[in-house]
C-alpha cells in the first residue's frame, strides 16, 4: 500500500514537473546584452560556483580545528583510572 | 593517551578476552549549533542565489538603476541602522566572553544586543511605511520587488533571530540558560549581523 502511494506521489511529480514552463520560469536565463551585463553574468557564475566550497571548506577548516583543540586537552589532563 | 580495553566472552569458546577499544571521542560542538552552522550555510547559498539574480536584472535594465520615477533609497539613515546592528554584534559576542565568569554581566550585554537588534528590526520596519507611502511597492518597479524581496528575507530571519535572544535572555535572566543553547542562538545572530553589511553594499548603494 505504502509502496504504491509512493508511485502515484511519484507520478504526480512527475506529470507536474512536464506542466511548468522552466526555462520560462527564470528570472536571468537570457543573453547578455552589455558589458556591464556580460561582466555580471561572469562574476555571479564565480561567486555561485565558489560560495559552496568555500562554505563547506569554512566548515571543515572549523570541525578539524576543534577536533585538533580537543584531542590536544585530552592528551594533557591525565587518565582516569577506577577506584 | 594509552590504548583502553574491554573484556568479553568469546562464543565459540567461551573464554573471557580482552579486546581493544578506541577512547570515545567528545562532539566538537552541540548538535544545536553544528545544526544552525549547517542551516545558515544554507541561507547564505538561498541569499547568494537572490543577490545574483538582482545583479543581472540590474545591469540588464534598460533604464538608469534605479528607475528615475522610483523613490531613491534611504542610504544615509540605513548606514545608521546598520552600525545599530554591527554594534549588536559586538555586544553579543563581549556578553559570550562574560557567560561562564559573570552571568550577571552577560544578560546586561546580552539585554543591550537585543535592544539593539529590535531597533534594527523596528528601524526597517519604519523605513518600509515610508518607502511604501512613497510608491515603492513590490509591483511598483523591479527594483521595488527586489528590494522587498532581498530585505524581507533579511527582515525575516532579524525577526527570527531576535526572537531567539529574547528567549536567551529570559533564559539568562532565570539562570536557566545552557551554554549551548545560547552558542546555537549567538550563531544565528552573527549570520544576521554579517550579512546585512552585503546585502545593504549590493541594495542600497
New interface residues.
Given amino acids: 500500500m505504502a509502496r504504491r502511494s509512493r508511485a502515484f506521489a511519484a507520478l504526480v511529480a512527475l506529470v507536474l514537473s512536464t506542466w511548468a514552463a522552466a526555462a520560462a520560469a527564470c528570472p536571468v536565463c537570457f543573453s547578455a546584452r552589455n558589458a556591464d551585463n556580460r561582466a555580471a553574468f561572469v562574476e555571479t557564475t564565480i561567486f555561485m560556483s565558489a560560495l559552496p566550497l568555500v562554505l563547506v571548506g569554512a566548515f571543515l577548516w572549523w570541525a578539524a580545528r576543534r577536533i585538533r583543540h580537543h584531542e590536544g586537552r585530552a592528551s594533557e589532563s591525565p587518565p582516569q583510572r577506577g577506584p | ?2 590504548t583502553e580495553s574491554r573484556l568479553a566472552i568469546s562464543r565459540g569458546t567461551g573464554e573471557v578476552v580482552a579486546f581493544p577499544v578506541s ?1 570515545r ?2 562532539p ?2 552541540s548538535s544545536g549549533v553544528i545544526g544552525m ?2 542551516f545558515v ?1 544554507a541561507e ?2 538561498f541569499f ?2 537572490l543577490v ?2 538582482f ?6 535594465a534598460l533604464t538608469p538603476w534605479p528607475p528615475p520615477n522610483q523613490p531613491r533609497l534611504p542610504i544615509e539613515s540605513t548606514a545608521v541602522n546598520t552600525l545599530a546592528l554591527l554594534v549588536s554584534g559586538v555586544v553579543l559576542l563581549v556578553s559570550s566572553r562574560h557567560f561562564a565568569r559573570d552571568a550577571a554581566r552577560a544578560v546586561r550585554w546580552l539585554a543591550l544586543s537585543a535592544g539593539l537588534g529590535a531597533f534594527f528590526v523596528v528601524f526597517q520596519g519604519a523605513e518600509w511605511v515610508a518607502l511604501l507611502a512613497e510608491g515603492l511597492t513590490m509591483k511598483s518597479s523591479t527594483h521595488g520587488a527586489f528590494f522587498y524581496l532581498i530585505v524581507g528575507a533579511h527582515g525575516l530571519h532579524a525577526l527570527a533571530a531576535l526572537g531567539g535572544l529574547c528567549w536567551a535572555l529570559l533564559r539568562a535572566r532565570r539562570g536557566t540558560l545552557a551554554p549551548d543553547a545560547f552558542a546555537t542562538v549567538r550563531v544565528f545572530w552573527y549570520f544576521v549581523v554579517a550579512l546585512w553589511p552585503l546585502l545593504y553594499w549590493r541594495v542600497y548603494l
Avoid at chain 2, 545583479?55 to 540588464?60: L, Q, S
Fill in positions: 593517551m594509552g577512547p571521542r567528545r566538537i560542538a552552522t549547517l550555510i547564505t547559498m547568494a542565489g545574483s539574480a545583479t543581472i536584472v540590474k545591469t540588464t
